[in-house]
């Protein structure tokens, strides 16, 4: 069982900048590949980038490919969001998920989720 607190969300003006965290529980974090997704208004979740258990490999969406970076630490459980350069079309409900396997970008791939934070970003 793993629970997931994300914080960071904001309201942030175009061009700026808004790093999420996502703070796991429990001893294995470690053994989890997490994900990160948004869902704006009316629209389907949709994955934003993903970062395997151990190792660099990590996973963009084309539409923040140079813009976002995720990045762990396994020492603190926390997963991160960096955003850099924001659209307001990143403005969405961003959430974390882990799940005990490789990465994926299929949101049913993944077992947790968090409550999600708000970012919006004004134009």
């Known amino acids: 069982q793993v629970q997931l607190v994300e914080s960071g969300g904001g309201l942030v003006q175009a061009g700026g900048s808004l790093r999420l965290s996502c703070a796991a529980s429990?001893?294995?974090?470690?053994?989890?590949?997490m994900g990160w997704f948004r869902q704006a208004p009316g629209k389907e979740r949709e994955f934003v980038a993903a970062?395997?258990?151990?190792?660099?490999?990590?996973y963009y969406a084309d539409s923040v490919k140079g813009r976002f970076t995720i990045s762990r630490d396994n020492a603190k459980n926390t997963v991160y969001l960096q955003m850099n350069s924001l659209k307001p079309e990143d403005t969405a409900v961003y959430y974390c998920?882990?799940?005990?396997?490789?990465?994926?970008?299929?949101?049913?791939?993944?077992?947790?989720w968090g409550q999600g934070t708000q970012v919006t970003v004004s134009s």
């Open positions: 970062r395997g258990r151990i190792g660099a490999s990590t």
């Open positions: 429990g001893r294995t974090f470690s053994s989890y590949a």
């Open positions: 998920a882990a799940r005990a396997e490789t990465t994926s970008w299929n949101s049913r791939d993944y077992d947790y």
